[in-house]
């Protein structure tokens, strides 16, 4: 912990692990006479859900940078690390225990915080702020370009809330990638031209990404995670990420220069033991706030002025951040807390075991499972239309998913996991945010990757010892849900096909479906 010899404050301004942001609305009318910036590593937050160890230690990596940095720049900080002091009341290490441990000892006016990224910390911070009896005020988040008021003035009104509608709301309101009133090229979306695949050849040589080896403080964390927290899956052996505001400049430098030319034709492509590929590795860096998505936008925009990066590529990429980022985040605050608990298709199997192990012998799921938990990062096709597929099609309980994604990847905040989840990947919001739900078999893993050339399983099987089970798992979920998906009509052409099978076959699915969840619910 690091004080004043004052130990007094007017101000306790709270700075969140995922709110590392020098120019944070937390610090205006800071100042460094009275005031005190608060931060606490707390196990609550690496064990609320079963949190992996590359993901605790980007955080706590991050969170001790950040402290340094603002130290140098003279200000008052108290951090406790884990293992400092006392911890709360029956032993319990919570962020609000922490906070009310502060506030006995600076005895401040007023607490004051950016708006947290999770609804559970904010309600704990709110809690806690009563118990003490002093002011909590929560202020708005300006890293995001669409205030919270601006997403709600776009909702009103509206039965379904389309990520395309308010993308190109949000192209008009900021000008970016804008000739006058209308897109640059002509098109608001090139997403028909960010689907191919590398093909038998594979994907030939690719620009590694910069890499950050650990300095003094990364391999104290990693010491630590290590030590505390070694029953949690993941591993540190390939820890590089960056972990600063300097760190993250430099990743997205390397990115724009190296890797978003070739990003829009392959940003769905899959290859084994290419973690990587074309995409930027910036996004834990933004959800950690260590990089403003203005910077981003503003440097894939300058690529394509420059003839440097297609428009296919700069457009993808700026959707990501400017469309989908500010759209999910605008649907969690919106719909919580009961969107964390929507289950639409009324789904309730257990999350198989080995999405903690990749013990499977499924070829997809144990390479995409194994680079989450060597790396805590897989790219958005890997997370949609493999583990996310499988556990659709399967019937996993929604919240389950849920959990695994917000522990095992380094990027993984709760206001842009969940939606993600429940929303895109699960169905389980019914449609609030996806027009249908995205299921496929195992052909469209087959026809974007090269891991099914060394799977057991064919993907055009759909019964019998070589069908692959995400296409057995498939023609069930159709089947399941038919009566409830028959009222959507993207899902024509899929029902239509369903139809063309016989009911001998339909059974024999149905009976190998069956026996699959019974496998995945026994281990």
């Known amino acids: ?76 900080i108290d951090y406790r690390e884990l293992g400092d002091g006392p911890v709360g009341p029956d032993d319990r290490d919570t962020l609000a225990a922490q906070l009310c441990r502060a506030v006995r000892a600076w005895r401040p006016e007023r607490l004051i915080v950016v708006q947290p990224g999770e609804w559970r910390v904010q309600e704990s911070l709110r809690e806690a ?5 002093v002011p909590l005020e929560i202020r708005a988040d300006r890293h995001f370009l669409c205030p919270l008021q601006v997403f709600e003035e776009h909702a009103a009104g509206r039965k379904r809330l389309l990520m395309e509608h308010f993308y190109h709301e949000m192209r008009r309101r900021t000008g970016i990638l804008m000739d006058d009133e209308g ?20 994907p030939g040589d690719i620009p590694a990404p910069v890499r950050f080896q650990p300095d003094d403080v990364t391999r104290q964390v990693l010491d630590l995670v290590a030590d505390r927290f070694h029953g949690h899956p993941g591993s540190l052996e390939h820890f590089d990420w960056p972990v600063s505001s300097e760190q993250a400049q430099e990743a997205l430098a390397d990115f724009v220069k190296h890797r978003l030319p070739n990003f829009g034709d392959y940003q769905d492509a899959m290859w084994t033991g290419e973690p990587y590929l074309y995409h ?36 993808g990429f700026i959707r990501q951040i400017l469309g989908w980022r500010e759209y999910v985040r605008g649907i969690y605050w919106r719909h919580m ?118 799977c057991r399983y064919q993907p055009s099987e759909r019964v019998g010892e070589e069908a692959c089970p995400f296409t057995t798992l498939y023609w069930d979920f159709l089947m399941r849900h038919e009566e ?35 496998q995945m619910a026994s281990g």
């Open 1 to 76: 912990m690091s004080t004043s010899s004052d130990h007094r404050a007017r101000h306790l301004v709270l700075v969140l692990g995922d709110q590392l942001d020098a120019g944070s609305a937390a610090f205006d009318g800071f100042d460094r006479e009275l005031d005190v910036v608060w931060m606490a590593e707390v196990t609550e937050e690496a064990e609320h859900v079963w949190t992996t160890k590359p993901h605790i230690a980007i955080f706590l990596s991050s969170m001790r940078h950040f402290r340094d940095q603002l130290e140098v720049d003279g200000f008052r």
């Open 129 to 133: 702020a009563d118990q003490v009896d």
């Open 183 to 202: 897109p640059v090229g002509g098109k608001w979306n090139y997403d028909d031209q960010n689907r191919g695949s590398f093909g038998r050849e594979g």
């Open 280 to 315: 930027s590795r910036l996004s834990a860096a933004l959800n950690l706030k260590l990089l403003d998505p203005r910077e981003a936008l503003e440097a894939a925009e300058q690529a394509y002025l420059e003839d440097h990066a297609p428009l296919n590529a700069v457009e």
């Open 337 to 454: 807390p009961e969107y964390a608990e929507r289950n639409a298709l009324d789904v309730h199997a257990p999350l198989p075991a080995f999405y903690w192990t990749a013990e499977t012998d499924m070829a997809c799921l144990r390479h995409c499972i194994q680079q989450t938990l060597d790396h805590g990062y897989a790219h958005h096709i890997q997370r949609l239309m493999v583990t996310g597929l499988f556990a659709l099609l399967l019937g996993v309980a929604p919240q389950e998913i849920h959990a695994w994604y917000l522990a095992v990847y380094v990027d993984a905040v709760e206001w842009v996991e969940l939606p993600n989840t429940l929303g895109m990947s699960q169905f389980a919001d019914g449609g609030l945010m996806a027009t249908k739900p995205y299921c496929a078999s195992g052909n469209y893993i087959q026809r974007m990757s090269n891991y099914c050339g060394n």
């Open 484 to 518: 409830r998906l028959g009222e959507n009509p993207r899902m024509g052409l899929q029902l239509y096909n369903l139809r063309r099978i016989d009911q001998a076959e339909r059974r024999a699915i149905h009976r190998q479906a069956a026996r699959l969840r019974e």
